[in-house]
């Protein structure tokens, strides 16, 4: 059954770097795009960023645009979301969702980040 | 790209029908049938409900249903119960994605 396993997530000061990590089972990891989506507490969804599946694309949305780069490594069947220059609103649930295109179709259980000194 | 504009909350007795409505623009909703719907229960990933408008995933009731006329999509639950209390949220996926601010159902 496909898995996603988020990681990394924890209290960082704002101005600092951060890496998130998503583990894929379950599936042909290398086919597939992916996401990450954050959820501030109490709030909704915000789309953070898409890679395709070999990685040559990528986009990003404007909350992170310039401080986020979303990566993978095809041969660990791994995602990455580096952070940098936190700020106290990148204060999160980070998840990971696997693309079909049109809609995710799979999401892990999220990893929490706070920014916060 | 703005936020999808959803109903903040909606509320049914068990066995009514209840639709939340998302509006986009002619760049996202109306511009494709990439509309897709997502349930989020307290404390749980969201889950996907519908895709590309009108499809249900293996697995999810046939009481889920969606449309989409213009720049506005539809999701309708049929025969409510308990167990659909929750959020919900739409999205539309082009280059990006952009999602609805999520509607809380609340099952009376």
């Known amino acids: 059954q496909v898995q996603l396993v988020e990681s990394g997530g924890g209290v960082v000061q704002p101005g600092r770097s951060l890496r998130l990590s998503c583990a894929a089972s379950?599936?042909?990891?290398?086919?597939?795009?992916m996401h990450w989506v954050r959820q501030a507490p109490g709030k909704g969804l915000e789309w953070v960023a898409v890679?395709?599946?070999?990685?040559?694309?990528?986009h990003y949305g404007d909350s992170v645009k310039g401080r986020s780069t979303i990566s993978r490594d095809n041969s660990k069947n791994t995602l990455y979301l580096q952070m940098n220059s936190l700020r106290a609103e990148d204060t999160a649930v980070y998840y990971c969702?696997?693309?079909?295109?049109?809609?995710?179709?799979?999401w892990g259980q999220g990893t929490l980040v706070t920014v916060s000194s | 790209q703005s936020a999808l504009t959803q109903p903040a909350s909606v509320s049914g007795s068990p066995g009514q029908s209840i639709t939340i409505s998302c509006t986009g623009t002619?760049?996202?909703?109306?511009?494709?049938?990439?509309v897709s719907w997502y349930q989020q229960l307290p404390g749980k990933a969201p889950k996907v409900m519908i895709y590309?408008?009108?499809n249900r995933p293996s697995g999810v009731s046939n009481r889920f249903s969606g449309s989409k006329s213009g720049n506005t999509a539809s999701l309708t639950i049929s025969g409510l119960q308990a167990e659909d209390e929750a959020d919900y949220y739409c999205?539309?996926?082009?280059?990006?994605?952009?999602f609805g601010g999520g509607t809380k159902l609340t099952v009376l």
């Open positions: 969702a696997k693309d079909r295109d049109s809609y995710s179709d799979y």
């Open positions: 379950g599936f042909t990891f290398s086919r597939y795009g």
């Open positions: 890679i395709s599946y070999d990685g040559s694309k990528k």
């Open positions: 002619s760049s996202d909703i109306g511009a494709y049938n990439y």
């Open positions: 590309e408008v009108s």
């Open positions: 999205s539309s996926y082009t280059t990006s994605v952009v």
